[in-house]
């Protein structure tokens, strides 16, 4: 446990994927004291994401992880005090001492502002087996378990651009990749597409949802009901990588900002949540695409706006004079 934090911060981010390290970038950069908070190792969804071919400035594509590093060195190099491993739980506004005090599994930590950029997590599909098979077989994460399953055959379940991009990317292992889809055509970009329709290692299951998960100590099937005609049928796998969909890292934001019911995060423009001082961006926000760019300049126009909100609660202190020249002054 570490020494309890006793200082009132300019500005905690919560969450240290794109978002938020491109926040605590430009926090940074613009002198705010700036703490950014992450329950895992930094660099959010990509860390894990085997190739980004659409961020702009890298050509030849770069791997998420490296991608990731640099961001997290680039909010590093500025200042931005990186906590990893330390797990948000709560936020709750101090009305006397004028701060939120960030509720952590590590103890409070106190700021004048929050920027919220807890992103997205994958959803479950609750079906028979999946939660038995954690670790040995049902897997979110191709890149992390792909290896794995050299020379085996695997599901892959979901029709977007992370179903299809992981799929892809599991051939390179798998001798087969079967693409459980429930609809008769894919939500995935249409160069993902072709990539997958050219690829004989892939054989696409149509209209189909996963109904159950079979095995002894590991995965051995994958039991699929046919939507259209009800018709059940036992895909004999190794691994089943579940891309269906993904939900926000927001429970405990419930009762303290506006939510909407789905769970995203609701903002104006400028990205302020409902609640005075407090910002959100990135994929746990109430917008349209889900992507790295919108999330990275999310976190810089939070940042900014975080900057001027301080800026004027600053002139609206007594002795305002000194403390707009340096926010953190302010803060002790
Ligand atoms: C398989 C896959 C492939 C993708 N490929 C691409 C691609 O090629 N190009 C592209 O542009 N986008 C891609 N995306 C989407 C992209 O990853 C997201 O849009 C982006 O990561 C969103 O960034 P974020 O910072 O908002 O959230 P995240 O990346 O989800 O980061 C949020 C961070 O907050 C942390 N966190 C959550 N709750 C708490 C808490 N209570 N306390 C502390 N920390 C917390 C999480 O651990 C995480 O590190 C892909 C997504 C997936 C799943």
Redesign the pocket.
Known sequence: MPEPDTTVHDVVI?????????AGLYASRGRLDTVI???????????????????PGFPEGIS?FDL?EKMKEQAKEFGADLREI????GLERDPEAGCWTVI?DQGPVRARSVIL??????RRSGIPGEAEFIGRGVS????CDGALYRGRTVAVVGGG??AV??GMFLTKFADKVYLVHRRDELRAQPIAQERCFANDKFELVWDSVPRRIDGDQMVEALEVENVKTGEMRSLPVNGVFM?IG?IP??D?LKGVVELDESGYIVTDQLLRTSQAGVYA?????LNQ????????G??ALAAVQTEKYLDELACALPGAENAAGGSAAASA
Not at 14 to 22: E, F, H, I, R, S
Not at 140 to 143: E, I, L, V, Y
Request: hydrophobic share 35%.
């Open positions: 919560v969450g240290a994927g794109p978002a938020g390290l491109t908070l992450e329950r895992n190792m930094a660099g959010g969804q990509i860390a894990l994401t085997e190739l980004v071919e659409n961020y998420g990731s330390q797990a948000v739980t952590t950029a807890p992103g997205r997590e994958p979110w994460c191709a890149t651009d992370a991009e992981e891309y993904q890292n927001t405990w961006c990135g994929d746990a926000h695409l889900k992507q790295i760019v919108i999330a990275t999310e976190g």
